[in-house]
């Protein structure tokens, strides 16, 4: 027999002897109830009828046609409720001597028949309310005792089973146990003799089998471990990257020379030892353990400053995870060679942005009338050119910006600002801009004058660009808000446009740098966004982005209180 099968047949033994009791109990408390139930529908309302009788005897000279009907009311009633020995008998009399009342009214010997009547069934019923109730008790003493017997009975057989039914199961798993710890400290000789039939029977089996291959692979292969433990290490050795594995337990399992020279520890300070140990011994494994960050870190060698960049890879067998290692790629040749492209970038920008801005001063001078008339061409021309020119020197100038974050060069004068002087010159910036998409631009400052430690012209740079974003992507006739207000120790500024809005799937990506949403209008470089979440997470803040497709989407920035 099964073990899910005997615990089965347990739990319904169990619940048998629940069922016994509670079905016992229910039989003699409901044909108590019965029986209590007959007396009152069969006695009680004939004393009732015979009371109600008895005050129409009594009163019947206030009121004679009142009481006849009262009484007989009853009587049918009476008439129709006829349940012991001579109870008919007595009520035929009372309804014989009643109309002889009413044919003589008045008549004393009538009237005392009637009543006798009366007494009679009242004693009939009385007589029989008491041998009922005797018989009601005798059958509540009975039942009381029947009960407490087989609850009794059901109690001791239940505890005996409680008793002796979980040994029946728990014994053999702690000698399961026991056996498995003995094979966790090595000792492979160690056997399960369990005499059963069942599930435990099959992994007494089953757990000897496993001892003795255990037994012979602990004597016949170590010399082959030993072989793989050597190649193992042989190749970690030859990686070119930092590399440490750890284990599923946090013991450290091994760590190649490039590892050890960074953490400028000895081999035997690390292999073996627990991480956590470790993490008390040395800043850089505590800072490689606890970092979650994907982001390049610099590390000081031979006083020459690298770039690494760490990745986690787990180690897995046909069981599952055993394990982690932690692989530092050593990044600086590209690190030198972004910090080149960036200066590079910055100086090419700069140095275009002279000439681009001195041809924005010639065709200025064109326009005016002054040097001479131009015709309607010229004009169309010459609008063209300056269309073109700005947005070269936009994108120069957003190039410049990026260079200024990238080499972490940016220029920023904190000071303590009030919020509402940024937003005005952000609104009166793109104005113009509003009034030729016929969008109204609605602002909703604090009530008070809210106090910012920033960048007033950064600030006013951010806004400028989440505004003009704003007015691009909204409908003619709709409204552009930008609201400030007080979020516990911060100050947070919001910009809302009822445009079509943007996708789930966007908005982890629209702040990174040359990301546009696909489908939209490429206007622009795509780092304006960027720029601006560089910027105010500089001064302290962060930015975050709101939206839903249909619905607009609404971009925040907040900023820390003075």
């Known amino acids: 027999m099964k073990l899910k099968t005997k615990i089965t047949l347990g739990v319904m ?46 009163n019947r000279d206030t009121d004679p046609e009142g009481k006849k009907a009262m009484f007989e009311q009853n009587m049918r009633g009476q008439e129709s409720n006829i349940t012991e020995p001579g ?3 007595v009520t035929r009399k009372l309804r014989r001597d009643f109309n002889a009342l009413q044919d003589h009214p ?47 009975l059901c109690a001791i057989v239940g505890l005996v089973f409680v008793y002796n039914f979980p040994g029946y ?96 520890l000895p081999e035997t300070a690390v292999i073996g030892k627990k991480e956590k140990l470790l993490r ?24 020459k400053e690298q770039f690494f960049t760490k990745e986690t890879i787990p180690i897995n067998n046909s069981e599952g995870t055993i394990g982690q290692m932690t692989v530092l790629k050593n990044i600086t040749p590209y690190k030198e060679l972004d910090v080149a492209k960036t200066n590079f970038m910055a100086t090419v920008s700069h140095e275009l942005k002279t000439p681009l801005a001195a041809s924005d001063f010639s065709l200025k001078l064109l326009e005016d009338e002054r040097v001479g008339p131009l015709n309607t061409e010229q004009k169309e021309l010459v609008q063209n050119l300056k269309a073109d020119n700005q947005r070269l020197l936009k994108i120069l100038s957003e190039l410049l910006d990026l260079s200024q974050v990238e080499s972490g060069k940016i220029q920023l004068h904190i000071k303590e600002i009030d919020a509402s002087v940024p937003v005005k010159r952000a609104v009166e910036a793109v104005t113009a801009a ?29 806004l400028t660009n989440l505004l003009t974003n704003a007015i691009k ?48 209008e490429k206007t622009g470089t795509g780092l304006g966004l960027s720029i601006s979440k560089e910027f105010i997470e500089a001064m302290g803040g962060k930015a ?19």
Not at 21 to 39: A, H, K, M, P, W
Not at 434 to 462: R, Y
Not at 544 to 562: N, T
Request: hydrophobic residues 40%.
């Open 13 to 58: 033994f169990l619940f048998t002897l629940l069922l016994l009791v509670g079905g016992t109990g229910f039989f003699y408390l409901n044909r108590s109830t019965s029986e209590q139930r007959d007396i009152l529908k069969e006695n009680y309302e004939t004393l009732d009828y015979t009371k109600g009788m008895l005050e129409a005897m009594d």
């Open 87 to 89: 109870e008919e008998y």
């Open 106 to 152: 008045g008549s004393l010997e009538h009237e005392k028949a009637v009543r006798n009547d009366i007494s009679a069934i009242m004693q009939i019923n009385l007589l029989a309310i008491s041998e009922k109730n005797k018989m009601l008790n005798h059958s509540s003493d009975s039942a009381k005792f029947i009960i407490t017997l087989l609850l009794t």
């Open 169 to 264: 199961i728990a014994n053999p798993i702690v000698t399961l146990t026991e056996g498995i710890k003995a094979i966790a400290g090595k000792k492979y000789s160690e056997r399960i003799h369990l005499n059963r039939k069942d599930e435990f029977g099959e992994m007494a089996a089953a757990f000897n089998n496993m001892a003795e291959e255990l037994d012979k692979f602990e004597h016949s292969n170590l010399a082959r471990i030993l072989f793989e433990k050597q190649r193992a290490e042989a190749v970690i050795n030859s990686l070119q990257d930092a590399s440490i594995g750890i284990g599923k337990n946090g013991t450290i399992l091994f760590a190649n020379p490039q590892a050890l020279q960074l953490l400028n």
């Open 280 to 303: 008390e011994q040395n800043d850089l494994f505590r800072f490689l353990m606890t970092e979650e960050s994907d982001q390049p870190f610099k590390i000081v060698v031979d006083t």
């Open 434 to 462: 509003a009034q030729q998409k016929q969008v109204l631009i609605d602002t909703l400052l604090a009530h008070q004058p809210l106090l910012c430690k920033a960048d007033e012209e950064k600030v006013a740079w951010v």
């Open 473 to 520: 992507y909204s409908p003619a006739g709709s409204t552009v808000t930008v609201q400030v207000s007080r979020e516990t120790d911060t100050m947070v500024i919001s910009v809302t446009d009822r445009g079509k809005g943007i996708g789930h799937e966007h908005l982890a990506r629209i702040f990174d740098r040359f990301y546009q949403v696909p489908g939209t």
């Open 544 to 562: 975050w982005v709101e939206s839903e497709l249909g619905q607009g989407s609404r971009f925040y920035f907040s900023l820390p209180l003075a």
